[in-house]
């Protein structure tokens, strides 16, 4: 069980994202990016510092209660992110999503709660802007290796 939990969650976290405020109101695509995907690789290693810490317990709510701290981590830097202008309105439908997927595992105590954390965390972005912040992804060092969006 344990060992099927920390797949699970790895693999949501290695293709998690996540971000970083920064700017004023309006962010930029390189920013909003850049942010992303240090969030990101932050929640990975706080996942599987979470699963490692808690492979060691007898509680087997251990895991879950472990995760959480990383989960709200990401939420709240990602809620913080200064989106370009025109994805205020999907950042805070997002962000209120995601809020509310930390919310329900911290209740249910159950991995089935992050089942759309599997392949990246983060909601879709409009179509025409997942390709351009894919294209300012290419330029960033941080975004080597990380999934930031959802495939497709």
């Known amino acids: 069980m344990k060992s099927k939990l920390a797949a699970f969650v790895i693999i949501g976290a290695i293709s998690a994202s996540s971000l970083t405020a920064c700017g004023s109101d309006s962010g930029n695509d390189e920013d909003f990016v850049r942010g992303l995907c240090e969030a990101s690789t932050e929640l990975r290693g706080g996942v599987e510092k979470a699963v490692k810490d808690g492979s060691t317990s007898t509680d087997p ?9 990383p989960i709200d981590t990401f939420v709240k830097a990602f809620d913080k992110l200064k989106p370009p ?14 809020q509310q997927t930390a919310e329900t595992f911290r209740k249910e105590k159950k991995l089935t709660a992050l089942a759309s954390f599997s392949d990246s965390p983060v909601p879709n972005p409009p ?19 990380v999934a930031f969006l959802k495939p497709g």
């Open 85 to 98: 202008k025109d994805l205020k309105t999907w950042h805070e439908v997002a962000s209120k999503e995601l």
């Open 127 to 145: 179509a025409a802007a997942k390709t351009r912040l894919k294209t300012a992804a290419v330029e960033i060092p941080e975004c080597a290796g």
């Open 61 to 69: 709510n251990r895991v879950i209660e472990l995760l959480t701290v």
